[in-house]
């Protein structure tokens, strides 16, 4: 059974930085689609960012390129999500989540993932 723990979560200005953290317990292998996704009070889940925790390939939203970057340890276990130049946008309930097999061009889809994290909460102020 897959574990994903998030941290890392707070309070920023506009224009700040937050690097999320997610550690994944578990695992048999290192093929999973590991992603972040986001809710916003009043709005849908969506998908941010994805990597490929077995090959290193990573997907994004259009709304966070350039800003955010996904990334893995060494070990393949915990996942990263470096956000910079926040926005008040960016505000939400962040989530790690796994799915066995490469992401492909359903990562974004949350009803595709197995295995979710209890989320860690984003605030960027004006």
């Known amino acids: 059974q897959v574990q994903l723990v998030e941290s890392g979560g707070g309070s920023v200005q506009t224009g700040g930085s937050l690097r999320l953290s997610c550690a994944a317990s578990?695992?048999?292998?290192?093929?999973?689609?590991m992603a972040w996704f986001r809710q916003a009070a009043g709005k849908e889940r969506e998908g941010v960012a994805a990597?490929?925790?077995?090959?290193?390939?990573?997907n994004y939203a259009d709304s966070v390129k350039g800003r955010f970057t996904i990334s893995r340890d060494s070990t393949k276990i915990t996942v990263y999500l470096q956000m910079n130049s926040l926005k008040p946008d960016d505000t939400a309930m962040y989530y790690c989540?796994?799915?066995?097999?490469?992401?492909?061009?359903?990562?974004?889809?949350?009803?595709?993932?197995?295995?979710w994290g209890q989320g860690t909460q984003v605030t960027v102020s004006s």
């Open positions: 578990g695992y048999r292998n290192s093929n999973y689609c």
């Open positions: 989540a796994a799915q066995a097999g490469g992401c492909g061009g359903i990562w974004y889809q949350d009803d595709w993932y197995t295995y």
């Open positions: 990597l490929f925790a077995g090959g290193g390939s990573t």
